[in-house]
């Protein structure tokens, strides 16, 4: 008999949808209250709120249609990006357009894969520096709070392959703390405009969010200008081979140009807090699923043992990480740290049977279609080993939905730049924890997902933390 797998919490769907005036309430704290049982089982669901008509996709033709066939019809909704401007400015992630599509032009060269190996060097050197640390506490067991040290972690090795430049534990507390509170304060910015409110502006929050971001982005600007008016002075030196420098060098070929300081900063921003923050999510949610898993952290240790040696500075060790990935995987799958991708209408459409106005807002959710019960078998469950199963049982039920079932990075023209990055970031930091560590539950501690920029524990990931050594 198979043993059953493990089925994480979060938040249980409620048997209908509640009222609007409810839904205010409920979702300042997460996106994902409210969500309803209909909600895991519909191809499309509407709501009429009093800011706007928003429209939920989950079948896989219409959101193949949202996102790739029919993006131009279905720009990114400027509602998030409206919380997100004065940390992001005039990003990638907040752009539309030609002018979205010339930054994407100027910044793929950097993501290209021979570029990443470049930069593989410094994510190593942040994995290193994360096992002394998690060391020097000791042999435990240490009870440890996942999201900080894997926010650390990955706010580290995003800035070693951005800059050059490593994160020191008080810069790492700093820019935890103030992207914590910008996280947290986000969803209240976006909520009055959906509920008609728009004359509603909560200031004093609107006052602490951009005090966050204005923190955030000086400890960027402090790193960025040495070597951006290096560049600009022509210095053959300016620096050293990281993906600022592709930046630096990237030109537009029809008009020569490349990124000005402010556009510089807007775009190492974006890297940085989006890269960074959904990064710390989806390692924090591995962890504690190996965590509850010991059959399946102990093959990860077996894996690493031999797939991951210490001294070597060669991304191609990853591809012997096959379980580590795909732990990586399923993790994205059940807990995707982007689990709401807006888009709007623009122009009036018509989906199944129903007639969108312009400007509606259309909804695709990752977070749903990923935990879909007419999309996957057993979909609660944590189960990396269904990619590896020739058994159709553990498949999404059809190719089509197989392809566009799973979307933890989107799909189409603005499919997350860095999804290689994160993949190779990913089976590095779980190797290397599996490899030095063992991670166990805290007793009585159940982490509670929470829906804001990304998706977190609204009570943070405690594991008990043990050296291998010790427990040999």
Same mark, same amino acid.
């Given at each position: 008999m198979v043993a059953p797998k493990f089925c994480p919490h979060y938040p249980a769907p409620?048997?209908?949808?509640?009222?609007?005036?409810?839904?205010?309430f409920s979702k300042q704290h997460s996106w994902l209250d409210g969500l309803y049982v209909r909600s895991y089982t519909m191809k499309m669901g509407e709501l009429h709120l009093p800011g706007l008509d928003l429209y939920m996709v989950n079948e896989p033709s219409l959101v193949k249609r949202v996102l790739v066939s029919e993006a131009d019809a279905f720009p990114k909704s400027d509602l998030l990006g409206q919380a997100l401007r004065p940390l992001l400015g005039d990003s990638i992630f907040t752009t539309h357009g030609e002018q979205w599509r010339q930054q994407r032009a100027l910044m793929e060269p950097a993501f290209e894969a021979a570029r990443v190996r470049h930069v593989y060097g410094h994510m190593q050197a942040a994995a290193q520096a994360m096992v002394a640390r998690l060391r020097a506490r000791g042999q435990g067991p240490s009870f440890i709070d996942m999201e900080a040290e894997m926010t650390h972690v990955a706010a580290d090795i995003i800035l070693r392959t951005i800059l050059? !430049?490593?994160?020191?534990?008080?810069?790492?507390?700093?820019?935890?703390?103030?992207?914590?509170?910008? !996280?947290?304060?986000?969803?209240k910015m976006v909520l009055p405009a959906l509920f008609g409110l728009r004359w509603w502006r909560p200031w004093r929050g609107r006052a602490k969010s951009e005090a966050a971001a204005v923190e955030i982005r000086a400890l960027l600007v402090k790193l960025i200008k040495p070597r951006y008016e290096a560049s600009r002075a022509g210095d053959p030196s300016a620096g050293p081979v990281d993906l600022l420098s592709y930046l630096l060098a990237a030109r537009d070929p029809q008009t020569g140009e490349g990124f000005s300081f402010e556009e510089l900063v807007d775009q190492v921003a974006m890297l940085f807090l989006a890269g960074h923050e959904t990064s710390a999510s989806a390692l924090s949610w591995s962890l504690h699923l190996m965590a509850q898993s010991p059959d399946i952290q102990e093959r990860m240790h077996d894996e690493a043992e031999v797939g991951l040696p210490d001294e070597s500075c060669d991304p191609s060790d990853l591809r012997a990480?096959?379980?580590?990935?795909?732990?990586?995987?399923?993790?994205?799958?059940?807990?995707?740290?982007?689990?709401?991708?807006?888009?709007?209408?623009?122009?009036?459409?018509?989906?199944?049977?129903?007639?969108?106005?312009?400007?509606?807002?259309v909804v695709v959710s990752p977070w749903l279609i990923q935990r879909h019960r007419q999309l996957w078998a057993r979909p609660d469950e944590f189960d990396p080993d269904r990619y590896?199963?020739?058994?159709?049982?553990?498949?999404?039920?059809? !190719?089509?939905?197989?392809?566009?079932?799973y979307l933890p990075f989107g799909m189409g023209p603005r499919v997350c730049i860095g999804a290689a990055f994160a993949q190779q970031?990913?089976?590095?930091?779980?190797a290397t924890m599996a490899k030095h560590f063992v991670v166990a539950p805290v007793p009585g501690h159940v982490p509670k997902p929470v829906g804001r920029l990304t998706i977190r524990s609204g009570n943070g990931i405690w594991l008990a933390l043990s050296r291998r050594e010790a427990l040999s």
């Open positions: 409620v048997e209908r949808r509640p009222p609007w005036w409810r839904m205010f050059s !430049q490593p994160l020191e534990a008080g810069d790492a507390t700093k820019v935890f703390e103030a992207f914590s509170r910008y !996280q947290a304060l986000a969803p990480l096959v379980l580590c990935r795909n732990v990586f995987k399923e993790t994205l799958r059940l807990f995707p740290p982007v689990g709401f991708l807006a888009r709007q209408a623009a122009g009036p459409c018509v989906m199944r049977d129903k007639t969108l106005k312009a400007a509606a807002t590896e199963s020739d058994s159709a049982a553990d498949q999404p039920s059809a !190719q089509e939905s197989s392809r566009v079932g970031e990913a089976a590095l930091i779980l």
